[in-house]
């Protein structure tokens, strides 16, 4: 009688301890220690998150987010269905956790000739999850607790939450825009650093300065000038500078890149950081790259290998084709670092005469994919709120996605909190669209410009 009174004492005794919290198996029991790890803290909220859901949800025309939504060129293509389809069936194993040997052998031939030294592959180069996790490498292996790393404003969103997750301190510094010439629209080069400014920024704490040329939101291409400036104080300060160049094909009205590593005494303290996404049109692939000197590169390759250790072999493989045919056809008018440009000059072109019609003053990028417009004349139409909590450009761009379908980003997402209500009368564009995308943009614009001057 016993044994067979087993099953239902038990059963009773678990529905006891489960009533009174005791249980490991009731599903009311919950822990009481906070499960977040500190640094966490402050950094949970993403701008892409809410925006991408409105553009998913209200746009017709989505000019937000940063991709191309035309295909990347014939050639990377084949080359990728090669990889997946072809005879090499190690192409779909593991290759070498810090780059596939055919990419990371071509990247160094390539940034060699560009850097003007000999680059060995092996230490030299190294392969990432995008350039997104080079840059979480970068601030994972230098940035201690107590660290500063200088941060220059408008900046893309995850340096900010990076550097804090490391421990560090953001240090800000802002691109100041100086009024462009009487009849003429602002130019990104309008944008500029103040020197005294940027000198009172470096301490003894500094471990680092972030560089972003061409910049994302502003698409500023940062002079020699602007570049020897930044040199100078990394030097004077043994600071190191991260380099975050993934637009570095992207230039237009004959302006150069020029890469800071390849200015005196920076090879040494600079990280550079490149992306096939924006190099090749694949954001998708998830393909970056770190170039630097052994010294900085093998801290890298230490939280690589104890994050996620390796890269998508197929992908690397096709970057790395890609790369053969363009160092092959480079500086020839049928390079595709050659023809993206001169392509995408014309889309930004096309945007800034559709953002023009509406009423908007855009900032002339010289380089990425970006165009910033400033949206200060549509204070009447969509009036500020005052002691909001949320930048103006912030409720524009919500209202304007809700109410004309079009999809924009503002521009105080890419500002720290204290200086967000300095720069929150600018939205940002992508014009890295197909020309139908562009021109249902500039038919919607012209459009609401039509019911705005209707009696």
Known sequence: ???????????????????????????????????QARRLEGVDKNIWV???????????????QGFPDFPPPEFLKEAFSRAVSGEKHMLH???????????????????????????????????????YQALFCCFQAFIDEGDEVIIIEPFFDCYEPMVKMAGGTPVYIPLRPKAPKEG?????ADWQLDPAELASKFSEQTKAIVLN???????????????????DLCVKHDALCISDEVYEWLVYDGKEHIRIASLPGMWDRTVIIGSAGKTFSVTGWK??????????????????????YHCATAAQDAVAQGFQRELEHYG????????????????????????????????IPEGTYFLVADISEFKS????????????????????????????????AFYCEAHKDNYNSFIRFCFAKEDATLKAADDILRKWKLEKTAP
């Open 1 to 35: 009688m016993l044994r067979r009174a087993g099953p239902f004492l038990r059963h009773f005794l678990l529905e006891r301890n489960c009533s009174a919290g005791y249980s490991p198996y009731c599903s009311e029991a919950k822990m009481s220690r906070p499960v």
């Open 50 to 64: 809410e925006f991408v859901k409105l553009a998913t949800t209200y746009s017709t025309v989505n000019l937000g």
């Open 93 to 131: 194993q593991y290759t070498r956790a810090f780059g596939h040997p055919p990419l990371v052998k071509i990247l160094a031939q390539l940034f060699g000739k560009l850097l003007g030294r000999d680059l060995d592959p092996m230490t030299n180069v190294m392969v990432t999850v995008g350039a």
């Open 184 to 188: 003429k629209l602002m130019s990104s």
């Open 213 to 231: 040329s061409p910049n994302n939101p502003l698409g500023k291409v940062f002079s020699r000038g602007e570049l020897e400036l930044i040199a």
């Open 287 to 308: 393909v970056g790259w770190t170039v630097g000197s052994n010294r900085l590169l093998q801290h890298l390759r230490t939280v690589h290998q104890n994050s996620v």
């Open 332 to 363: 020839k008018p049928d390079s595709y670092f050659v023809q993206l440009p001169r392509e995408l000059q014309q889309k930004r072109d096309q945007l800034v005469q559709s953002l023009v019609a509406v009423g908007m003053k855009p900032i």
């Open 381 to 412: 139409e969509v009036p500020d709120v005052p002691n909001s909590n949320e930048p103006y450009d912030s409720r524009f761009a919500k209202w304007m996605v809700k109410n004309k379908g079009v999809a924009a980003i503002p521009l105080s």
